[in-house]
T-cell receptor
Framework: GESVGLHLPTLSVQEGDNSIINCAYS??????FIWYKQESGKGPQFIID?????DKRQGQRVTVLLNKTVKHLSLQIAATQPGDSAVYFC???????????FGSGTQLTVLP | EPEVTQTPSHQVTQMGQEVILRCVPI?????FYWYRQILGQKVEFLVS????????KSEIFDDQFSVERPDGSNFTLKIRSTKLEDSAMYFC?????????????FGPGTRLTVL
């Protein structure tokens, strides 16, 4: 079955540094990927998505990289701010299915 | 900015009781979802709903679960006879797009505690 996993459960970065959060997926048929941010007591908040026909997509201070060869994606956050502290999930789906498969989450802590 | 809302924020129930979790999706959205997150674990898909019927469901979504869109605004998840292992955070989500690349907007969740 499809699974999505994260390399590290926690990540601490200094304020102002760049953060990189990684995610591996197992199903090569996955064709759509999303990064979500979850703050304490809140639901997942959409950050950025990428389709499998792309290898890079940029948003405001965030970049997602997709490497289909090794089934890996990453979320890069530039100039990390205290408000970026949260749990970050990758999620994937495949084909016409609408259900998302989530990874286990990485806790990002921004140090002053 | 429109958002998905859920009530109650926290529900405590006794094992074997029925619970109904309520969601108000974003108004022009057509696709509705329920996910759950057991404490410390991944967010797991339960069910998707479109055009007044279930379009996909997971193995978790057994006969004890049901969903309904009773009117034009609400979307509910019912658990008929709760078990201890149903204790989790339940998230409702909605989406607008008919295509395969569908952004899903999540509500704040209902924390269900089964005693």
């Amino acid at each position: 079955g499809e699974s999505v996993g994260l390399h590290l459960p926690t990540l601490s970065v200094q304020e102002g540094d760049n953060s990189i959060i990684n995610c591996a997926y197992s199903n090569s048929a996955s064709d759509y990927f999303i990064w979500y941010k979850q703050e304490s007591g809140k639901g997942p908040q959409f950050i950025i998505d990428i389709r499998s026909n792309m290898d890079k997509r940029q948003g405001q201070r965030v970049t997602v990289l997709l490497n289909k060869t090794v089934k890996h994606l990453s979320l890069q956050i530039a100039a990390t701010q205290p408000g970026d502290s949260a749990v970050y999930f990758c999620a994937s789906k495949r084909g016409s299915a609408r259900q998302l498969t989530f990874g286990s989450g990485t806790q990002l802590t921004v140090l002053p | 900015e429109p958002e998905v809302t859920q009530t109650p924020s926290h529900q405590v129930t006794q094992m074997g009781q029925e619970v109904i979790l309520r969601c108000v999706p974003i108004s022009n959205h057509l696709y509705f979802y329920w996910y759950r997150q057991i404490l410390g674990q991944k967010v797991e898909f339960l069910v998707s709903f479109y055009n007044n019927e279930i379009s996909e469901k997971s193995e978790i979504f057994d006969d004890q679960f049901s969903v309904e869109r009773p009117d034009g605004s609400n979307f509910t998840l019912k658990i008929r006879s709760t078990k201890l292992e149903d204790s989790a955070m339940y998230f409702c989500a909605s989406g607008a797009n008919a295509g395969s690349y569908n952004e899903q907007f999540f509500g704040p969740g209902t924390r269900l505690t089964v005693l």
